[in-house]
């Protein structure tokens, strides 16, 4: 009966596990067999083997054919190092102590080269998960970079619009002001100064008005002065010469009323007794009373022209 040392595989799709067995070379892979000798894991870097290594060099002397997988595992424990130093001492060639010091040196030196192994690759893992990390930190700081650009130029192109609505305001109230009289844009750039001025001059406008009429009603009177001076030297002919006078008397007399009435009141105004509108008011009865007293002396006229010519042919008669 031919033994072989050999894998039955087990685990899970595509993370296989196996087992180092020992069975008959008849029975299927994962069948029947006869002892377990450790397991074997290809799945990690380096692959974890575990072996009873006394139970493995047993079988191999006694004639156990290995497989070329498990062949290549004792080889790297160093089962068939063992076995072929142990077939020396057999033969006499060398002494057991030689053999076993040759594999105590082995052992190390290849724990050693184990070792370095696992350390190279924790350094490569290392490495690799410090560039990516790199990598990563750069790719995040391009991002940031982009975003940030990607925003200044979008609050440029909002300002620039910004900016280009206030100069489309600006050039539309330029072109209103240039429509408008120059008034309003004075009054536009100064309101507070020019407004309450305006007031004043305003306010004083009706003041200046009713000064020059006073002054035009204290002109009309001292130009009428010298006719009610010869007025009154006509009403003293007139009482002198006939008794026609008599009967006009009444009328001379109330138009030299008149004409004191409104001189009085010029004299006030001029006096500064009453007030602008009070001044006003009596300037506008003075008018019409001078309207009206003309009236009379142009009607009272022919009388005192046909009286004169009498009064003058009377002379001549004496």
Do not use: C
């Amino acid at each position: 009966m031919a033994v072989k040392i050999r894998l039955a595989r087990r685990g899970r799709k595509k993370l296989a596990l196996f087992d180092v067995i020992i069975a008959d070379a008849r029975a299927p892979r994962d069948g029947r067999f006869i002892e377990k000798l450790g397991t074997y894991n290809p799945n990690t870097n380096p692959a974890t083997i575990k072996l009873n290594d006394d139970r493995a060099f047993h079988w191999v002397m006694n004639g156990a054919q290995p497989t070329d997988t498990v062949r290549a595992m004792l080889s790297y424990r160093g089962i068939m190092l063992k076995k072929h130093l142990q077939i020396g001492v057999n033969k006499g060639a060398i002494t057991q102590e030689e053999a076993d010091k040759r594999f105590d040196d082995w052992v190390k030196n290849k724990e050693e080269k184990v070792t370095q192994k696992v350390e190279t690759l924790e350094k490569s893992k290392a490495d690799l998960k410090r560039e990516r990390k790199a990598a990563e930190t750069k790719i995040k700081e391009a991002r940031t970079q982009a975003r940030l650009e990607k925003q200044k130029e979008l609050e440029g192109s909002a300002i620039a619009a910004a900016r280009e609505a206030a100069g489309e305001e600006a050039e539309e109230e330029t072109a209103e002001a240039a429509t408008t009289p120059e008034a309003e844009t004075k009054q536009e750039a100064a309101p507070a100064k020019e407004e309450p001025k305006a007031e004043t001059k305003q306010e004083a406008a009706p003041a200046a008005e009713e000064k020059a009429e006073a002054k035009a009603v204290s002109t009309e009177v001292e130009e009428t002065a010298p006719a009610k001076e010869e007025a009154k030297a006509e009403t003293k002919q007139e009482t002198e010469a006939a008794p026609a006078k008599e009967e006009q008397a009444p009328k001379t007399a109330a138009s030299q009323e008149d004409i004191k009435a409104a001189s009085e009141a010029v004299a006030k105004a001029a006096a500064g007794e009453e007030t602008v509108a009070e001044t006003g008011k009596q300037a506008e009865a003075e008018t019409k009373a001078e309207g009206k007293a003309e009236e009379k002396a142009e009607a009272e006229k022919p009388a005192k022209e046909d009286k004169e010519e009498s009064a003058s042919d009377k002379k001549e008669k004496k």
